[in-house]
């Protein structure tokens, strides 16, 4: 079964300062994958998607991240943090076999705490 | 073009109740799936319907139920409420069914079991 773990379920970043969100999963063969963010008393909106096309990829609000088969891994970053970047943030994955459906599998969260 | 909508948005209810919560997808969408959040579990995948048949399914007991209609709305029933039941339910829908199509979700149904 595929799991993500999101190192860190806190980080606290100053207003300005780079914004890095760390995400891994564990499968053999390279997944899709994505992250998502959630305000509070909402749900989830899609930041951005890595689907086997360029291993970098650019999303909303400014953020960006990059695949490495190596590492196993996909984190967020965004150069200059917001305070409007305030926020819980998934990294999820998605089976690459198409009997999987649309079944996502997620991180535990990592909560964003932007100071000014 | 208007997003998922899911009613209630809050519900409270009592052990041994049942629920039927409900989801509108995006107009044109054909599978709608479901996610259950906890603080302690996190979000985790309860089913995925598609063309009004289930295509997935999380490892939720049986009370956990769902179904789709011909116009895509899908609604899931938990009967025999646990307090454990208490969470946030997500719905989700997208275009088609395959792992790499962005799935718009909702903003959830909470509910709080007494």
């Known amino acids: 079964a595929q799991s993500v773990t999101q190192l860190g379920s806190h980080v606290s970043v100053s207003e300005g300062a780079l914004v890095l969100l760390r995400c891994n999963y564990s499968?053999?063969?390279?997944?899709?994958l994505f992250w998502y963010v959630q305000y509070p008393n909402q749900g989830l909106q899609l930041l951005l998607k890595y689907t086997s096309a360029a291993t970098l990829v650019k999303g909303i609000n400014g953020f960006e991240a990059e695949f490495k088969k190596s590492e196993t891994s996909f984190h967020l970053t965004k150069p200059s943090a917001h305070m409007s970047d305030a926020a819980e943030y998934f990294c999820a994955v998605s089976d690459i076999v198409k009997a999987a459906g649309n079944k996502l599998t997620f991180g535990g969260g990592t909560r964003v705490l932007v100071k000014p | 073009k208007a997003g998922v909508t899911q009613t209630p948005r809050y519900l409270i209810k009592t052990r041994g109740q049942q629920v039927t919560l409900s989801c509108s997808p995006i107009?044109?969408?054909?599978?709608v799936s479901w996610y259950q959040q906890t603080p302690g579990q996190g979000l985790q995948f309860l089913f995925e319907y598609f063309s009004e048949t289930q295509r997935n399914k999380g490892n939720f007991p049986g009370r956990f139920s769902g179904r789709q209609f011909s116009n895509s709305r899908s609604e899931m029933n938990v009967s025999t409420l646990e307090l454990g039941d208490s969470a946030l339910y997500l719905c989700?829908?997208?275009?088609?069914?395959?792992?790499?199509?962005?799935?718009?979700f909702g903003p959830g149904t909470r509910l709080t079991v007494l």
């Open positions: 107009s044109g969408h054909r599978s």
């Open positions: 989700a829908s997208s275009l088609i069914a395959g792992g790499d199509n962005e799935q718009f």
């Open positions: 499968s053999s063969v390279p997944p899709y």
